[in-house]
C-alpha cells in the first residue's frame, strides 16, 4: 500500500471509495453527470439536492445510480422546508452518506437520518461546533475554509486545520475543504491527520460538468483575486457570505440586500423571511449563470482556487493529476 493510500484509508474506507477526495456539492453543478463521473472515477461525488423538491431528488438519485454502482452522496441545505420528507428519499433508494450543510441540524434530523441507515456528515465552522456534532452522533466532518467558492465562513481553511483536526481527527473521519486545487495541498491536509479532502471549483471545468461554456470559461480566465466574499450592507440583515467571481451581478446582490433590508423595516417580512429571500436570490442567481449561461447578472460562485483552474479536463485526468501530485509530494 503506498503512502497515500495509507493515509487516505480512514476516509477510504468510511465512503467506500478509492480515493478520498470528495467533489463537493455544487448546486446546479453537482447533478447526475458530474456526481457519477467522480464516483466511477473513484472519488466520492455528492448531488446537491439545494432547493430541489422530495420528487426531483428521488428522479436526480434514480438517474444518478444509472450512471454509477459506486457510492455518492446527497447534501442536504438544513433550512430546507421539506427537509424530512428528503431524507426519506434518500432512505428509500439507500443513500449511503448525506451531507448537511446550511447550519446546524434541526431537531430530529440527525435520527431520522440515522434510521435509514446513512451516515451522516456536518460542516463544522468551529471546534465547540465540532465537539457538539461528534457528541451528537455525527459520522464525519468537513471543515471547509474561507477560500472555499459559495457560501463561506470568515476563517481560513489553514486556521481551521491547525485549530481542529489535532482535537477531532482521532475521534471521526475528518475532511478539509476550500482553496484546494493541487495534490500537494491534498499531502498536507493529510498528513496533519484529515482523512481526506473535499474540492469544488476544481471540478467544475470537468468535460462531464453540465456547467454553460460560458461560466466553464468564466473560471478558466479568472484569478484568485477575482473570487471576492459577498459583502453585508446592513448590520441588521446578517446575510451569510458567498464568494463568487466579480460581474454585475455582484452589485446587484448590493442592491438586493438593500431592497430586503427594506421590507424587513416596513415590517414586510421577519428576519427569517428575509434571510429566506436572499438565499433565494442565490439560488437564482447561480441558476442563471451555471445553465443559462448569463455570465454578467448572475452567479459566478468560485473559490479563490479558481487561478489553478486552466482548462476543461475529463475527471479522471483531474483525480489522476491530485494523486500523482499527492504521492510526489508524500515522497518528497
Ligand atoms: C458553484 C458552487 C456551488 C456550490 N454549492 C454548494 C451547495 O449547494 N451546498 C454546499 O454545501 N456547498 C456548496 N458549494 C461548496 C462546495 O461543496 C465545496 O465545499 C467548495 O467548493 C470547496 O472549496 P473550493 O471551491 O475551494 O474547492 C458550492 C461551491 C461552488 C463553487
Known amino acids: 500500500m503506498s503512502n497515500l493510500e495509507t493515509l487516505m484509508r480512514r476516509g477510504t474506507d468510511f465512503l467506500g471509495c478509492e480515493t478520498a477526495i470528495m467533489c463537493g456539492a455544487m448546486s446546479w453543478v453537482s447533478e447526475r453527470n458530474l456526481v457519477s463521473a467522480i464516483s466511477n472515477a473513484g472519488g466520492f461525488g455528492v448531488i446537491a439536492c439545494g432547493a430541489m423538491t422530495p420528487e426531483l431528488l428521488d ?7 444509472k450512471l454509477t454502482d459506486k457510492p455518492f452522496g446527497v447534501n442536504l441545505i438544513t ?19 448525506i451531507v448537511l450543510a446550511g447550519g446546524l441540524p434541526p431537531k430530529g434530523s440527525l435520527e431520522a437520518i440515522k434510521e435509514t441507515g446513512a451516515k451522516v456528515i456536518c460542516f463544522a465552522p468551529a471546534t465547540a461546533l465540532a465537539k457538539k456534532f461528534i457528541r451528537s452522533g455525527v459520522d464525519a466532518l468537513v471543515i471547509e ?34 482553496g484546494i486545487a493541487t495534490g500537494d495541498m491534498i499531502a498536507a491536509y493529510l498528513e496533519m491527520g484529515a482523512s481526506g479532502v473535499q474540492l469544488g471549483t476544481r471540478f467544475v471545468c470537468a468535460h462531464e460538468s453540465i456547467a454553460h461554456p460560458d461560466f ?17 450592507i446592513d448590520p ?5 457570505p458567498v464568494r463568487a467571481l466579480k460581474n454585475k451581478g455582484t452589485e446587484e446582490f448590493t442592491a438586493k440586500q438593500r431592497e430586503v433590508a427594506n421590507k424587513l423595516d416596513a415590517g414586510e417580512v421577519d428576519m427569517g423571511e428575509a434571510q429566506l429571500e436572499i438565499e ?18 448572475g452567479s459566478l460562485m468560485a473559490g479563490q482556487s479558481v487561478g489553478m483552474v486552466k482548462a476543461e479536463e475529463s475527471v479522471a485526468e483531474i483525480i489522476a493529476a491530485l494523486i500523482s501530485e499527492a504521492e510526489t509530494a508524500l515522497a518528497r
Open 236 to 240: 441588521r440583515l446578517p446575510v451569510i
Open 79 to 97: 433550512m430546507h422546508p421539506q427537509l424530512m420528507d428528503l431524507i426519506a428519499t434518500c432512505g428509500k433508494h439507500n443513500v449511503g452518506h
Open 280 to 297: 433565494h436570490y442565490w439560488a437564482g442567481a447561480l441558476r442563471r449563470a451555471v445553465i443559462d449561461g448569463d455570465v454578467e447578472n
Open 145 to 178: 475554509g474561507m477560500e472555499a467558492g459559495g457560501h463561506i465562513g470568515p476563517v481560513a481553511t489553514s486556521v481551521l486545520a491547525q485549530e481542529i483536526l489535532p482535537i477531532v481527527a482521532d475521534q471521526v473521519p475528518t475532511f478539509v475543504a476550500g
Open 59 to 65: 428522479t436526480e438519485i434514480a438517474e444518478t445510480k
Open 216 to 232: 466553464k470559461k468564466a473560471f478558466m480566465r479568472g484569478n484568485a483575486r477575482d473570487a471576492v466574499a459577498s459583502v453585508q
